[in-house]
């Protein structure tokens, strides 16, 4: 089971001109290995970004992505995270969110789609990152 991350989905559903291609293709391959699920956070954070009434959910069911819950386990791991963060003198650019995704990533799934490989290899080592490769 892969987790992808909001800015991965975003760049499909936003047609970014720079990442889009190369977002869709991860997915996909993702897709042809086996389930590719997402987390709370990342419903949240999809369904803020969307322009219409339709929820995340709609969108992402059509590409064959489901919703996998947070467990309790991942969701401490995240807050402990989090405070390291702050601790090592970490701004406020980092919201919980992108710990809860990691956190989930790290202890409910194989591995984590992302653009964002330096913050999640630093906060959540041992966690498999595919990173799409843009051309």
Do not use: N, W
């Not at 975003?10 to 987390?39: K, N, T, Y």
């Not at 919703?67 to 919201?95: K, S």
């Not at 790290?106 to 041992?126: E, N, P, V, W």
């Amino acid at each position: 089971m892969i987790a992808v991350d909001s800015s991965v989905l975003l760049d499909v559903l936003a047609d970014d001109p720079h990442h889009a291609r190369a977002s869709a293709d991860c997915i996909g391959d993702a897709l042809e290995a086996g389930e590719v699920v997402i987390c709370d956070a990342v419903v949240a954070e999809v369904q803020a970004m969307l322009a219409t009434r339709e929820t995340a959910m709609d969108a992402l069911a059509a590409f064959g992505i489901r919703y996998l819950p947070t467990v309790e386990q991942a969701a401490v791991r995240a807050g402990h995270m989090q405070r390291r963060f702050r601790d090592r003198g970490g701004r406020r650019e980092r919201v919980v969110a992108d710990f809860l995704i990691g956190a989930h990533a790290m202890l409910q799934c194989q591995a984590l789609i992302t653009r964002d490989a330096g913050f999640f290899r630093d906060y959540f080592k041992g966690l498999k990152l595919i990173v799409p490769k843009s051309s």
